[in-house]
């Protein structure tokens, strides 16, 4: 490693930044060619992970709350979230680009080996035998995730557009007015209704979810084709619970969960998100 390549390393673990030639070998002032996103050439051989278990929803929509109660599951393992759509992959020098073309693969094939081994790692070190993630921003991903995983299955978790964008204001009011969370979560609830719109999955509602876990949860353990366990409304390694519902029900007076707030009134609903809780049937056209 030359003087150069020393003080660009450094540069890029003390900043996150690094010193790149203008142009390279793109042509000035053209953007570089978008890179194809394709399925894997063979499944067999490309993936290791079966049908992972993506959870779609906005933020601040109970998704923690499904994941606690999707882990408890012998056969389910849902970590925090993973962002793996946010981990790259860079040939760093024209030779690995040229090897690596020589292979068939390109930046986007080496993206998805990454992501599938991240996650199948994670998988066997859980000891479980189906992977959940619910990071919400996988929601803008829908359709790379899609392509990367073909036999991918979805879970779709709705909540009344209005209590989310309070929530998300509440979470940090500091950085965010009532309006710029309003818009904020908007851009999420945008993105999961895409996803809806382009995948097969099944669709919850956090409002449900709270009023009868164990009916909801029936139904989400029917799609994976997975025994329903009782044990899933009784997560919590502190807990020493009886009865599902029951146990559900302390867990919300004792503070464990919270219980859904009350729906708003068509009269809270602001026009920007108006749209939205027609689309999801939350209010009447």
Not at 15 to 39: C, D, L, S, Y
Not at 61 to 83: D, F, I, Q, V
Request: hydrophobic share 40%.
């Amino acid at each position: 490693m030359n003087w150069k390549q020393k003080v660009n390393s450094a540069l890029g673990e003390f900043t996150g930044f690094h010193i790149a030639k203008v142009g390279g070998e793109t042509e000035p002032g053209k953007a570089p060619e978008p890179v194809e996103v394709r399925p894997p050439a063979d499944p067999r051989t490309d993936r290791l992970l079966r049908a992972p278990v993506f959870v779609m929803s906005p933020v601040r929509s109970g998704s923690t709350l499904l994941r606690a109660l999707l882990n408890a599951h012998s056969l389910l393992h849902a970590p925090h979230e993973l962002h793996i759509r946010r981990l790259k992959v860079d040939f760093g020098t024209t030779l690995a680009e040229r090897a690596m073309h020589a292979l068939g693969h390109n930046q986007a094939d080496l993206e998805h080996l990454l992501w599938d081994r991240v996650l199948h790692r994670e998988l066997l070190r859980s000891g479980k035998s189906h992977i959940v993630d619910k990071t919400p921003a996988n929601a803008f991903a829908w359709e790379r995730i899609s392509t990367c995983w073909p036999d991918a299955r979805y879970v779709f978790l709705l909540r009344h557009p209005v209590s989310i964008a309070r929530s998300w204001h509440e979470a940090d009011p500091a950085k965010r007015t009532p309006e710029e969370a309003a818009q904020d979560a908007l851009r999420y609830m945008k993105a999961v209704q895409r996803a809806r719109k382009g995948l097969t999955g099944l669709t919850v509602r956090y409002e449900d979810l709270t009023a009868d876990p164990e009916a909801e949860v029936r139904k989400i353990c029917e799609y994976l084709a997975i025994p329903y366990e009782p044990g899933m409304l009784r997560y919590g390694e502190q807990s020493v619970l009886t009865k599902g519902l029951g146990d559900w029900k302390d867990k919300i007076r004792s503070g464990e969960v919270q219980a859904g707030r009350e729906l708003p009134g068509a009269d809270e609903i602001p026009d920007l998100l108006r749209p939205m809780c027609e689309r999801w049937g939350y209010v009447t056209p």
